[in-house]
């Protein structure tokens, strides 16, 4: 209730409102009083209403009550349930922790998967680069195959050709032998047949010269006999000629190679011409002298024509002096007989070895001319080559080289 | 002069090498009677008659080089004859060639004792008989 002033009250009776404030105090009071009547009575209305309304609301709170004690029934049953649930939920809840360690560890494995996975790939990335350096290599390599194919195709080829010629020049090398050797033989024939028959008829003058001075050696004055004396010195010259010459044709048949030691050969040399030596008091110095494979016979002959022919064509007056030596030159021995003897001039050096040259006259010196001429072909004869160096009136010394064969070919 | 070999043969086609050789084997007086044939054929033919049996050489120079049955093949034929007419004489090769081939043919045969290069002297003849008859063998200066 408000202590307000009233204002303006109008009731449904008045039919309008009374004036408002003109009124003497106990109107006023009176009026007041009304007012607060009204109040009251309104707030008892109200009171009431409120009663009501309480009365209601009570009815309702324990319809409300009711509900919820149902409700709290429910909820107990509600929280059992919870519990229960909460108890599940607890065991869900231990489940899952397990069940999350479990994939914790899952975890952690895969990543170890994932990491030895990275690795793996790592490797197997580095090796498909790996792979494709080979394929790459590969691929050069099978080029480069095509290629020496080819060229071994080519070289093939070539190698067919070079064989036929090779045939070919085998053949013809063959025929040119088959022809060297009737060649030779034709010309040992005919060197044999022509001294052969040459001395015969020479041997018949020979024979009857000497019967006729036999028989007829009183019947001879001075001139005839110096006549018939010339005639013999002619034959036997030309016997001599004829010999040497067949020797000639005849030198190396029937060679053989010998492990020889040339120092014990060239000892042999000099005892046979031992008479020689010492009638001519020829001083001979042999140096240390190498073994190798000749021909023994042959290289015999070598050495007694230049010793020989060094002991003849000594200076007069002057104690012959011959010194052999050999030296080894890469795969060659180069032999040398020195003297110091009359010489020969340079202009001579290539006619000496031609057969029966002689530079001498006839008087002067005995020998053939065959003796330097036998020397070549038996130097030939070993694949070697004979020279030589000298001063007139100083020395000769003669060089001739020989392979070293000292093995069997 | 009493001589040594009653009996030499040469066997030799060149009339002019015979001749000489004959001349110096008288020379050397070492030999009685002196038989030459100028082939082959006709030596073996003296060698199977009945003179032969009377007079046999005990020495006979044989050459190589001859027509119709040369040295060689005269040999061949000889070696056919009977062992005792073989062992009686001694055949000495006597030939224009000192071919070593030849000489080396020549040693094949065993009644080949010799081997000698023309010409026949006396004095090869006194060599031969000191060398081949040494009981026979009269040294004489020719």
Redesign the interface.
């Known amino acids: 209730m408000s202590s307000e002033p009233l204002k303006y009250v109008s009731s449904p009776q008045d039919g309008g409102g009374m004036p408002p404030r003109q009124s003497t105090k106990k109107q006023t009071k009176a009026e007041e009083l009304i007012a607060a009547y009204k109040v009251l009575a309104y707030e008892i209305e109200e009171k009431g209403k409120r009663a009501a309304e309480l009365m209601i609301a009570n009815t309702e709170l324990a319809f409300q009550n009711g509900e919820k004690e149902n409700r709290a029934a429910e909820l107990i049953v509600a929280n059992i349930e919870l519990a229960f649930q909460n108890d599940e939920k607890g065991k869900r809840a231990v489940e899952l922790m397990i069940a999350n360690k479990e994939l914790a560890f899952q975890n952690g494995e895969k990543e170890n998967r994932a990491a030895e996975l990275l690795i793996a790939n790592k490797e197997l990335a580095f090796q498909n680069e790996e792979k494709e350096k080979r394929a790459a290599e590969l691929l050069i390599a099978n080029k480069e195959l095509v290629f020496q194919n080819e060229q071994r195709k080519k070289r093939a080829a070539e190698l067919i050709v070079a064989n036929k010629e090779l045939v070919f020049q085998n053949e013809e090398k063959e025929k040119r032998a088959a022809e060297l050797f009737i060649a030779n033989k034709e010309l040992e024939q005919f060197a044999?047949v022509a001294s052969?028959d040459l001395?015969?008829p020479l041997?018949?003058v020979?024979?009857?010269m000497?019967?006729f001075e036999e028989d007829y050696v009183t019947k001879l004055d001075d001139n005839a006999r110096k006549y018939l004396n010339t005639v013999n010195k002619a034959t036997e010259r030309m016997s001599i000629l004829i010999?040497s010459l067949l020797d000639f044709s005849?030198l190396g048949?029937?060679r053989s190679l010998s492990y020889v030691d040339t120092k014990e050969l060239i000892n042999e040399v000099i005892a046979d011409l031992d008479a020689l030596i010492k009638s001519s008091g020829a001083v001979i110095e042999v140096s240390e002298m190498p073994s190798l494979k000749i021909y023994d016979s042959e290289m015999h002959q070598v050495f007694q024509n230049l010793i020989c022919n060094a002991i003849r064509f000594c200076k007069k007056d002057t104690q012959p002096r011959i010194k052999i030596w050999a030296k080894l030159i890469v795969n060659e021995w180069k032999f040398s007989v020195g003297d110091n003897g009359i010489g020969i001039a340079p202009i001579y050096f290539d006619r000496v070895f031609d057969i029966f040259q002689r530079l001498n006259k006839d008087s002067e010196s005995e020998g053939s001319g065959i003796g330097l001429a036998t020397c070549k072909k038996i130097v030939q004869l070993h694949h070697g080559n004979i020279f030589l160096e000298s001063i007139p009136e100083v020395g000769t010394i003669f060089h001739f080289t020989i392979p070293n064969l000292k093995h069997a070919k | 002069m009493p001589s040594n070999l009653s009996c030499v043969m040469l066997i030799d086609d060149n009339p002019d090498d015979s001749f000489f050789h004959e001349r110096e084997i008288k020379k050397s007086g070492l030999a009685g009677a002196i038989i030459i044939k100028d082939s082959g054929a006709d030596a073996l033919e003296y060698l199977k008659s009945k003179a032969a049996k009377k007079l046999h050489p005990e020495l006979i120079f044989l050459d190589i080089n001859m027509p119709g049955m040369n040295g060689w093949e005269f040999l061949h034929e000889y070696n056919c004859l009977d062992k005792e007419l073989q062992i009686s004489s001694i055949i000495i090769m006597l030939t224009t060639s000192d071919n070593p081939a030849d000489v080396e043919k020549a040693k094949k045969w065993s009644f080949v004792n010799d081997y000698k290069t023309k010409p026949l002297t006396s004095g090869l003849m006194n060599e031969i008989m000191a060398k081949h008859f040494p009981k026979m063998a009269m040294v004489e200066d020719v």
């Open positions: 044999y052969h001395q015969q041997r018949t020979s024979n009857y000497k019967v010999k005849r048949q029937n």
